[in-house]
């Protein structure tokens, strides 16, 4: 049983929200607490964060936390950013 | 909201089937086991996702012989945090 | 440009090296976008990260070594954990779930689970070890729990009774083990040294090199 990783920046990140959205109170507690309802996964799961995630943003958006046209130009924004720093390395 | 339980008693852990997130494990279903002590009044998280205010459960701390888990005698015991609607006396 | 190799800006890269992946993106889509909407603050998201970086095993150590110097701050352990804890510095305890101490005795061993998922003293310990959360030790240590202690090197006599915590709801567990013999002209500070993780989780016994 010695199989010891540090977590990613990515899953720290994700960890932090799942610890500060049941504390943030309102309508993205509820949807946080409905989400891990709904979730099938369990932390030895590989892909533990990325489903949490998915539930998070199909519930987010679901329950008006945010817009779904936000989040997908978001998404398109911040692919776009993080593909430029990557060509300007 | 009056605790039903004190230390000592016995209890069994309801074996209904529950649908969703659920913090009573499935293996201490239907398992008979004694209180040790109250924990305190919490709000139960089995409903927090539906209403807006959930009401409080007392939460007990119960221990469990080896053999009402697993039905074989052991020199061990199990101890798990359990909401008063999940039990019942025994 | 925008980016001129300085690694510290708010768009830098996700990962030092690899591809950024479209679940990197997404986590920072809906960061970003909670953070506009007030939802979480980006200073409380750096907070936690950072916190859960400084929460280690060491502070555990040091309050495992205090109740083993001074019985009267071992009783407030037990008896009243959280003022216990406060007092030697454990930060924003009401903020998480509450930390119950459990004494290791000559014929009782404490040890640590979460059946359900990875519930641990997080506000002690920092972040769960990976075996921790895998299934391989969450249903067998309720299950054979000598045989699981066995693989970490830690063996009973049937006269010690195992007690397994299974966290289920608002506790987390922390073990309080027995101080090894022979150490009773230590101080407070080389016993910390023989406080490991494992030991506070219950898997293994502190002994005297």
Redesign the interface.
């Known amino acids: 049983?010695?199989?010891?990783?540090e977590?990613?920046?990515?899953e720290?990140?994700?960890?932090?929200?799942l610890?500060?959205?049941p504390?943030?109170g309102?309508q993205?507690r509820e949807t946080f607490l409905q989400a891990q309802l709904n979730l099938k996964t369990?932390?030895?799961d590989a892909q533990y964060?990325?489903r949490w995630?998915d539930a998070?943003?199909s519930g987010?958006t679901a329950d008006g936390?945010?817009d779904r046209q936000?989040?997908e130009a978001?998404?398109a924004?911040?692919?776009a950013?993080?593909?430029?720093?990557?060509t300007?390395? | 909201m009056t605790p039903k339980f004190k230390a000592g008693d016995r209890v069994v852990v309801d074996a209904r089937d529950h649908v969703g997130h659920c913090?009573?494990?499935t293996?201490?279903r239907g398992a008979e086991g004694r209180v040790r002590k109250l924990?305190?009044i919490?709000k139960n998280?089995e409903e927090l996702a539906y209403f807006k205010e959930a009401a409080d459960y007392p939460?007990y701390?119960v221990?469990f012989d080896w053999k009402a888990?697993?039905g074989v005698d052991g020199?061990?015991?199990?101890?798990?945090?359990?909401?008063e609607h999940w039990l019942k006396s025994a | 440009?925008?980016?001129d190799?300085h690694h510290h800006d708010d768009?830098?890269?996700?990962?030092d090296g690899g591809e950024?992946?479209e679940?990197?993106?997404?986590?920072?889509?809906?960061?970003?976008?909670?953070i506009e909407?007030g939802?979480?603050s980006a200073d409380?998201?750096q907070r936690?990260?950072d916190e859960?970086?400084s929460r280690t095993p060491v502070m555990g150590s040091k309050i495992i070594a205090r109740a083993w110097t001074d019985p009267a701050y071992r009783d407030r352990l037990i008896g009243e954990p959280k003022a216990a804890l406060a007092e030697m510095g454990v930060t924003k305890l009401d903020?998480n779930p509450e930390v119950e101490v459990v004494a290791n005795t000559p014929d009782r061993h404490h040890v640590i689970v979460c059946?359900?998922?990875?519930c641990y003293p997080r506000v002690i310990l920092g972040?769960p070890?990976?075996?921790y959360?895998?299934?391989?030790?969450?249903s067998r240590v309720?299950?054979e729990?000598?045989q699981v202690l066995k693989?970490?090197g830690t063996e009973f006599p049937?006269s010690v009774?195992?007690?397994?915590?299974?966290?289920?709801?608002?506790?987390r567990y922390l073990v309080l083990p027995m101080r090894p013999e022979g150490t009773e002209d230590w101080t407070a500070e080389q016993l910390a040294g023989l406080v490991t993780r494992d030991v506070m989780i219950g898997v293994k016994v502190p002994v005297r090199p």
């Open positions: 049983m010695a199989d010891e990783r977590l990613t920046l990515y720290k990140r994700v960890d932090a929200l610890q500060l959205l504390r943030a309102g993205a369990a932390p030895d964060f990325d995630l998070l943003a987010l936390v945010i936000d989040l978001r998404v924004t911040v692919r950013r993080l593909e430029r720093w990557e300007a390395e | 913090r009573t494990p293996y201490l924990i305190g919490y998280p939460l701390d221990v888990v697993w020199p061990d015991e199990v101890a798990a945090d359990i909401y | 440009m925008p980016h190799g768009h830098a890269p996700i990962e950024i992946t679940y990197e993106v997404l986590e920072q889509a809906i960061r970003e976008l909670l909407k939802v979480v409380a998201i936690q990260m859960m970086d903020e059946t359900l998922c990875s972040m070890p990976a075996w959360k895998k299934r391989a030790y969450r309720v299950k729990p000598r693989e970490f049937d009774k195992i007690e397994v915590h299974d966290s289920t709801a608002d506790m």
